[in-house]
């Protein structure tokens, strides 16, 4: 036995130690709901797919959170922003460059250039989105969301280390509805949603659907440098599906959807140090900004996907996943801060992705079984430079990669006794990546150039690498009882490989490593009280190795750098905790809690010197909760009035590589809440809610360039906002 099996077999066993003795207390607790029980004080059953199956949550062995429809209204949930603080180890924010930073239990990416690859993989229907753009999805026409946490890899796609979102949208159905809904609030904000659908045809074999959201704000910022806001909204975005049921046993379903953005300008940091000796930091007015090079900031996104499932038997089905997607981004970033043309990041990025996926599925009396295929090719041409004096002359260059993965995967479950089953997975991965790299100096210019513009070219970099992988899983539940069942289980992750997109030169864009994640989890579901508490908890210890993590500082002669590689190896041990009860039938309360003691082992800095001690885990906060509650009052003939309030709690994170202290926020808490009234059939309803009523000024994301060009940017969350939605379903 290996010194690492050695010691992930002990990490293994004290995780299910520690859930033995949480448990031995509870089986007394668990009960049956009696016969007679009043149902509207039970909390309702949740039906998940995180294991390409419909399962009960609660028989699902994994870490998951799964989101109604009627759970994100009340988070007054317009993006997936809003899933951070109802979910424990969970960082989900928007980021400088249009992307989606997702982190789950400290793993994730924060970087939002193509070659870097996410580290949460983002789903929609069953569809893998590569790149971090275009994945800060907006919440319309949505079933449920399901946020699964730890490695995912015997079952989904690429890159799913940290774990996966999965996005379910609305399904088709033959009765004729719909729904709609139009809100106005502060900033201008001006949004409208509208769904509709039902049968096409006499015998309803053929199905439709129509999804339409419009969203626009004016900026949170103002710019005392135009009089203009900055970091504004205007999208909109739509889905249509067509589905075939020619029989009960075959459904054939096309989902087309794109989305486009086009606000007047990107979204301009604060200044968090004051900035050349010029311009002092904005800390105490964070939303007025200074900039002169945001005028761009367009994001289109399109994909076509075809799902087939065949039932061939009672206990065989085959599912089909055919899916087509590009996404076009192109902005101007202000990374100064300031009046001055000093630095300035331009990006024009064309990406395209085509995926295939074949599912075979066995359900029988104790065996149940997933196996596929699946491939995704993705191309990205990113042209992107630097524009500014401090850095001498204007650089652009072209970045053209293409990633080719082809796995295969296996999952099952077997029923070793009626209480106790054994879980079994193995995937294999092969990922190949050719990159191509031009970098051109210009003349002392003011605007960008254009891709053909004669210049000096000092950087072609034309390489290619592969990897491939084996991830494993295994696990073991038992049911305690009818309602309660505790698992422990032990699974490998990995993270593709790469290149260096900003490399000067061929040693430079060396490839860097894959990651790898060895993860330990226990964990504990319950349904208590007769069924008016649900408790789940679960408590992890993840091995780290090969970080790849981005970092700012300076060459030899003091010029700006940027570096890509594999950073070293974490330690990263936590706990979640998830309540949901129903007192009495017109309260509902929701409460998380997560833990995390993340470190690292090893972190290889400049000079191939250990600066582990020095450095923090990227959006790993040591303690996040919340606590949430809706009450629903019952007006009789005049409809219901429904009361909801939250609050979130997030303690001190560091949002950079470098772990700046400058720029590391410090606990705070986000408070949020509303009021909806809704008619007696609960058709129509008028909501007023508010997020961040207490307007805390809180730090998301930062660029530390205080090693380079010696100051430091932070962009703020949202501060407090209020809307007013008026809506009706028919």
Excluded at 22 to 44: F, H, I, K, N, Y
Excluded at 153 to 180: C, E, H, M, Q
Excluded at 222 to 248: C, H, K
Excluded at 256 to 266: E, I, K, L, N, W
């Amino acid at each position: 036995m290996t010194i690492q099996t050695a010691r992930g077999a002990r990490r293994a066993l004290m995780l299910a130690g520690v859930s033995a003795t949480v448990l031995a207390a509870l089986p007394a607790v668990a009960q049956e709901a009696p016969p007679g029980t009043d149902q509207a004080s039970t909390l309702d059953e949740v039906v998940v797919t995180a294991r390409r199956r419909e399962e009960r949550l609660q028989d699902v062995p994994v870490a998951v959170t799964a989101l109604s429809s009627e759970s994100l209204e009340n988070l007054q949930a317009s993006d997936i922003a809003a899933l951070e603080g109802a979910v424990p180890n969970l960082t989900l924010h928007e980021g400088d460059a249009a992307n989606a930073v997702v982190y789950l239990r400290g793993v994730g990416q924060v970087d939002s250039l193509a070659f870097a690859d996410p580290g949460v993989g983002v789903y929609v229907d069953d569809v893998y989105l590569g790149r971090a753009q275009g994945a800060f999805l907006s919440v319309y026409d949505v079933d449920r969301i399901e946020v699964l946490r730890g490695p995912q890899g015997t079952l989904y796609g690429r890159n799913t280390i940290g774990g996966a979102v999965k996005f379910v949208s609305t399904p088709l159905a033959a009765d004729p509805g719909g729904r709609a809904e139009a809100s106005i609030g502060d900033y201008g904000l001006v949004e409208s949603r509208i769904s509709v659908g039902g049968a096409l045809n006499d015998d309803a074999t053929v199905l439709g659907k129509a999804a339409v959201s419009l969203s626009r704000r004016d900026g949170y910022s103002d710019n005392a440098f135009t009089g203009a806001d900055d970091g504004d909204r205007n999208q909109i975005a739509g889905r249509v599906s067509l589905e075939y049921r020619p029989t009960g046993d075959l459904s054939v379903r096309l989902n087309v959807d794109a989305s486009r953005d086009r606000p007047d300008t990107s979204r301009t940091p604060a200044r968090a140090t004051p900035v050349l000796g010029l311009y002092p930091d904005t800390l105490a007015d964070p939303f007025r900004v200074e900039a002169d090079f945001n005028d761009l900031s367009a994001l289109d996104t399109f994909g076509v996907a075809l799902t087939a499932d065949w039932a061939m038997s009672d206990l065989w089905s085959f599912k089909s996943v055919t899916a087509w997607r590009s996404m076009d981004y192109a902005s101007h970033l202000d990374l100064d801060a300031t009046p001055l043309a000093v630095f300035g990041v331009y990006v024009d990025e064309d990406q395209h992705q085509f995926s295939q996926e074949f599912q075979l599925t066995y359900a029988g009396e104790r065996l149940n079984a997933v196996a596929g295929v699946f491939y995704f090719d993705e191309t990205d041409l990113t042209y992107s430079g630097l524009l500014g004096p401090v850095i001498s002359l204007v650089t652009g260059s072209i970045n053209d990669q293409r990633n080719r993965s082809y796995a295969a995967y296996g999952q099952a479950t077997y029923d070793l006794t009626e209480r106790l089953s054994l879980t079994a997975g193995l995937r294999y991965t092969y990922e190949d990546k050719d990159f191509r790299r031009t970098q051109t100096f210009y003349g002392p210019i003011t605007t960008p150039p254009e891709r053909d513009d004669p210049g000096l070219l000092v950087t072609d970099i034309d390489t290619a690498a592969s990897w491939d992988s084996w991830s494993p899983k295994v696990g073991l539940d038992y049911a305690i009882s009818e309602d309660v069942m505790a698992y422990v289980s032990v699974s490998r992750g990995f993270k593709s490989g790469g290149f260096d997109g900003r490399a000067n030169d061929a040693s430079g864009a060396a490839p860097y490593d894959p990651e790898t994640l060895w993860a330990y989890e226990a964990g504990l579901k319950s349904t208590l009280m007769d069924r008016r508490l649900v408790a789940n908890m679960a408590v992890f210890w993840n091995d780290y190795t090969d970080l790849q993590l981005s970092s700012f500082s300076a060459d030899g002669g003091g010029g700006f750098i940027a570096l890509f590689t594999n950073a070293g190896a974490a330690t990263i041990r936590g706990a979640e905790l998830e309540l949901t009860a129903r007192p009495v039938p017109a309260l509902t309360l929701n409460a998380t809690v997560g833990y995390l003691d993340a470190r690292y082992d090893e972190y290889i800095g400049p000079g191939g010197v250990d600066i582990s001690d020095q450095r923090h885990l990227v959006n790993a906060p040591e303690w996040s909760a919340r606590l949430g509650g809706v009450y629903v009052v019952d007006l009789g003939p005049n409809g219901s009035l429904t009361l909801g309030a939250d609050a979130a709690y997030r303690s001190k994170v560091y949002p950079t590589v470098s772990s700046s202290e400058v720029l590391a926020q410090e606990g705070h808490t986000l408070v949020d809440a509303f009021v909806r009234w809704s008619d007696g059939d609960d058709r129509l309803f008028l909501q007023l809610g508010g997020q961040n009523l207490t307007d805390e000024r809180h730090i998301e994301q930062g660029f530390d360039l205080s090693d380079s060009l010696g100051y430091q940017l932070a962009y703020f969350g949202a501060p407090r906002t209020v809307r007013l939605t008026a809506g009706f379903r028919f």
